[in-house]
Structure formats: C-alpha cells, structure tokens
C-alpha cells in the first residue's frame, strides 16, 4: 500500500482520500479505522457521546447493548457486531458471545482450576469472563501467536 | 447452521470415522498376528466377539453396535476440546457431561469387547485409567492455558499474580499427575503382570516408573513455579495405597525415596529457575 501526504495550508481540517482498484475487505478496514469513532450512549431520553477510549466493556443483556464507562452504564442502539467493527480492533476484543472489552482498561487475569479466565477491568470497576473460544482473537489482537499483527 | 455447530458436526463425523478406521485397524492387526499365525487370511477375521454375538443373537447386529459404540466414542473424543470453549458455569457442567458420557461409551466398549467381564474390580480398573487418562489430558491443556494466559498477561504489561503460600495453588496440576501414576500404575500392573514372574510390579514399577514420574513432576514444577513442597508429599502419601497390595509388596521406606527424588529434582528446578532468571535480569538491564 502506498501511503502519500500532502501538506496544504488551504484546507480547514484534513482530508483523506483512499484509492484502489477495488472495495476489498483491506480497504473497508482501513477506511473503518480512518473513520470518527464517537459513540452515543443513552440514558432514558439523554443522549451522551462517548469517548471509545474511556469505555471499559461492551456487552449484551436484557435485549439491549450498553456500555460501561468508569462513571456510569448507557445503553447504545447499535448491535454488539456493529459495535465491534466501529471500534479499534487493536483495542476492543470481543471476549465472548456477548462481551467486547477495552484491553486497555485490564488491570488482571486470572485462571482457576476450572480453566476459566476471569478479567477484571479497570481494578475491579468491571469483571467478566473470557470464553476460551475467543482468546485466539485476544492473542491476535496482541499480536501473539500465529494471528501475529502485521 | 452457526460456526460453533458446523465445527460440532465437522469433528464428530471426523471423531468418529477415525475411530471406526482404528477399530478396523484394531481387527485385521490383531487378527493378522494371533489368529493365523502370520499369514492372515482376511476373509475370515473375527470382528466381534463371541459374548456379543450371542448377546444380539447374530454377528451382524453385534457389529453394527459395535460400529455404533466406535463412532459415538471416536465422536466424543473428536469433540472433547469443545466443552472447553466456554467459561463459567457451563464450561464445568459441560466437561462434567462430556466426561460421564466418554466414560459409560468407554464401559460399553469394554463390555463389547469382552476387556470387561461382570466382575466390578475390572469396571472399577477400566474406570480408573479412564479417569486417569481423562486427567492427564486435561491437566496437560490446564498447563497450556496457563503458559497463553502468561503471554496473554506479559503483552498486556500486567504483573504476574503473586504466588499462593508455598506454591501450594500452583504445584496443584503436578500434584494430580503425580498421585494419578501413583494410585493407577499398580493396580494396572496387578492386571497385567504375569503372576509367576512379576515384572511390572517387582522391577518396572518400584525401580524405573515411580522414581521417573518423581524426578519428572518435581523437576517440571521446579522449573515451572520455584519450591513446590506439594509434590514430594504427594509422592509419599499417593505411595501409601500401594502397601495395601499383598503380592510382591512393597516398604513404606520406598515412598521416603520416592518423596527425596521428587524433591532434589524440584530443588534442583527451582535453582536453575532462580539463575536463569537473574540472567535474563542481567541481560534486561544491559
């Protein structure tokens, strides 16, 4: 990928244009990771924006999709499969079938005899439960393993 | 159809054709080399038993459980990994079923193949190196999990928990394994030993197995996790059960030696940890 940068004092705010022979799924990536991340989460009537980097989790319950900040819950009007391709995917994994977390915001891990992983977030602000079934993505999303980041 | 269950249904048709391939397998080598002394004659390979036959009344429905019970075992153990992809509650309730329902197809291919008779100490032996070699895998992953979660933590820059006292929580799976070889390996021997000249319970298993599993327990949890005081206990006292033999018996001294091994090894372990540590230490601060 050829990567190009021009300066122009003219502009009011920068501009990205992508160009390539096709929409593959390389280029929606890169286009979703050059896109405004802002999310709005509600609370009753209340819409507030939400910075990304301040969320600790994801998750679905109730129906309903939320997310956890270290200030409060909101419910966000997206589904958790929308959520995770808005988001960083270097920073937010889905750890389970309901649950996307901020690997930023993991402060420990631990696994019991059972051979579950317990994750606490921001410490102890939040505790979830990682499913063994999605730790490859967390491996690769940190770029271990064989799903090494390029 | 979901991935999970594609991936379900892609293991249990791979499980269990690769079971009824081992079952064949089983038939034309054993066939081959007791039944017509080397040279095989392939039509006439007896494929169940005669207690089977009998029990279904002709051959043909005797294998056709017999291939049943062979696919749904290699089936089971094809999707054996797949409980383990989940977490809380259900990861235990699933390994719990997926235990008990390998365990009675075990049972019944035992029963099949006549390894078990009515009596209930060879069900019990049947059970316990089941149950033995259900652990083993299982604590062999569990150390695996660890070693990813380790990753998982280092490139997270997340501090290492501190260690339980003694090394006690740590030194668990080792001690399992330990005391599994320890409480199994003699009444297995007890079966298969020759009883007018007991190999496995007077020279192979005092002498070569006890001794290795407790240099090797003590030596890997040494490496592992440092001072394990768990593992050479657990050589003694798993080593008591074995007094209670008649034939060839054993000396409670041996458990004594048994126990030293696996703690020289672990000590020895837990210096070559603590200086291959200080250089890595070294070697970081330069």
């Known amino acids: 990928m050829k990567v190009e940068v021009k300066i122009d ?142 | ?105 075990v049972l019944l291919l035992g029963w099949l193949l006549e390894l078990v008779g009515p009596s209930p100490a060879a069900v019990l032996l049947l059970l316990g190196l089941y149950t033995f070699l259900y652990l083993t895998v299982w604590l062999v992953r569990w150390l695996g999990w660890r070693a990813e979660l380790d990753d998982l933590r280092s490139a997270l820059d997340l501090p290492a928990p501190s260690p339980s006292r003694l090394n006690g929580r740590e030194s668990l799976p080792y001690a399992l394994l330990l005391a599994g070889f320890f409480l199994l390996l003699r009444p297995l021997a007890e079966v298969l030993d020759a009883p007018d000249v007991p190999v496995l319970r007077a020279l192979l298993l005092p002498w070569l197995a006890y001794p290795f599993v407790a240099l090797l327990t003590g030596w890997a949890s040494g490496l592992a996790r440092g001072l394990c005081p768990l593992v050479p206990l657990t050589a003694f006292v798993s080593f008591l059960p074995n007094l209670l033999w008649p034939h060839v018996p054993y000396d409670w001294q041996q458990g004594v030696v048994y126990a030293l091994l696996a703690l020289g090894a672990n000590l020895l372990a837990a210096v070559v940890r603590r200086w291959r540590r200080r250089g890595e230490e070294r070697g970081g601060a330069r």
């Not at chain 1, 896109?35 to 609370?43: A, N, V, Y």
């Not at chain 1, 977390?101 to 005899?113: C, E, I, M, R, W």
Request: proline letters at 5%; charged letters at 20%.
């Open chain 1, 9 to 150: 004092p003219a502009r009011a705010e920068p501009t990205v244009t992508v160009t390539a022979p096709a929409l593959t799924e390389e280029v929606r990536a890169l286009v979703r990771s050059l896109e405004p991340r802002s999310l709005t989460g509600w609370r009753g009537e209340e819409a507030i924006p939400l910075e990304p980097g301040d969320l600790l989790r994801c998750y679905a319950a109730n129906k309903g999709v939320y997310a956890q900040s270290p200030v409060g819950e909101y419910l966000v009007k997206l589904r958790l499969y929308e959520l995770e391709e808005r988001l960083n995917p270097g920073v937010f994994v889905r750890i389970s079938h309901s649950e996307i977390v901020n690997l930023k915001q993991v402060t420990a891990l631990d696994l019991s005899l059972a051979g579950t992983i317990k994750m606490t977030l921001a410490g102890g602000a939040a505790v979830c439960w990682v499913s063994r079934r999605y730790v490859p993505k967390i491996k690769q999303a940190l770029g271990l393993g064989r799903g090494r980041r390029a």
């Open chain 2, 1 to 105: 159809m979901t991935d999970v269950q594609k991936q379900w249904r892609k293991r249990i048709l791979i499980g269990g054709f690769v079971g009824l391939t081992l079952m064949a397998a089983g038939v034309v080598c054993i066939g081959s080399i007791t039944l017509f002394g080397g040279r095989p004659d392939y039509r006439h390979l007896q494929w169940v038993t005669h207690g089977a036959a009998a029990f279904f009344g002709s051959e043909g429905l005797a294998l056709a459980a017999q291939c049943a019970v062979t696919f749904a075992l290699g089936a089971s153990v094809g999707v054996a990994t797949l409980p383990f992809d989940d977490y809380g509650p259900a990861l235990a309730a699933r390994s719990l079923l997926h235990f008990a329902v390998t365990g009675g197809l």
